[in-house]
C-alpha cells in the first residue's frame, strides 16, 4: 500500500501560487506513476496533472498547462504540485494519486488507473 497524505493547500488570490506536497509511505512509492486530481463543488473529479514512476514523463491537463507544475523527490517519497497564477476557476478539492500498476511508460489520466488516494487538500482562489 501506499498511504498519501496532502499538504499546502489554502486561501490565495487570483495571480497567486500555491504548491501542493504529497507525502507517501512505503517503499514502493518510486515504483508508481503519481497523480493530480481535483474536484470542485457539484463538479466530477478531474484529472490535473500525472508524472511517471521516474519523473521523466508528465502531463496536464489543458486548464492548467503552463501554469502548473508537477514534480517528485523518490528519495523523499513526495510529489509536488507547484501552481501559479491561480484561478478562481482553480478552487476545487485537491487529490494526490498512486497508479495502479508499477513502472508504467506513460502517464495515466483516468481515476481508475490510480488505486491509492489522499484525503485531499482544499484550495481556494478568491477574485
Known amino acids: 500500500q501506499v498511504p498519501l497524505v496532502e499538504s499546502g493547500g489554502g486561501l490565495v488570490q487570483a495571480g497567486g501560487s500555491l504548491r501542493l506536497s504529497c507525502a507517501a509511505s512505503?517503499?514502493?512509492?518510486?515504483?508508481?506513476?503519481m497523480g493530480w486530481f481535483r474536484q470542485a463543488p457539484g463538479k466530477e473529479r478531474e484529472f490535473v496533472a500525472g508524472?511517471?514512476?521516474?519523473?521523466?514523463?508528465?502531463a496536464y491537463a489543458d486548464s492548467v498547462k503552463g501554469r502548473f507544475t508537477i514534480s517528485r523527490d523518490n528519495v523523499k517519497n513526495t510529489v509536488f504540485l507547484q501552481m501559479n497564477t491561480l484561478k478562481p476557476e482553480d478552487t476545487a478539492v485537491y487529490y494526490c494519486a498512486a497508479g495502479r500498476w508499477t513502472y508504467t511508460i506513460v502517464v495515466p489520466i483516468t481515476g481508475g488507473e490510480y488505486n491509492y488516494w489522499g484525503q485531499g487538500t482544499q484550495v481556494t482562489v478568491s477574485s
Open positions: 508524472i511517471t514512476w521516474s519523473g521523466g514523463i508528465t
Open positions: 512505503g517503499r514502493t512509492f518510486s515504483s508508481y506513476a
